[in-house]
C-alpha cells in the first residue's frame, strides 16, 4: 500500500475473485510490509510459510 493506505486480505481477494476465475484466485493471502531475505537478497521461502493465520492472513479454505 502506498501512502499509509491499508489492505485487508478480504479486500484483495474480493478483488481478485472480481477479476480472476475462481481456480487463479490464492487459498491463503498473507500480507507482509517485506519478504524474508537472505544476506545476499534471496525470499527465504521455508519463513514464508512459517506463522500461523494473525491479523493480516485469511485462508479461503479448500471449498472451491
Not at 502506498?2 to 487463479?24: F, Q, R, T, W
Not at 493471502?29 to 519463513?47: A, C, H, M
Amino acid at each position: 500500500p502506498i501512502g499509509g493506505a491499508s489492505l485487508a486480505p478480504a479486500d484483495l481477494v474480493e478483488y481478485s475473485l472480481l477479476h480472476l476465475p475462481n481456480h487463479m484466485v490464492p487459498r491463503y493471502v498473507d500480507i507482509r510490509r517485506e519478504l524474508p531475505r537472505t544476506p545476499n537478497g534471496k525470499v527465504i521461502k521455508q519463513r514464508l510459510r512459517e506463522g500461523g493465520l494473525g491479523a493480516n492472513c485469511l485462508d479461503r479454505g479448500t471449498g472451491r
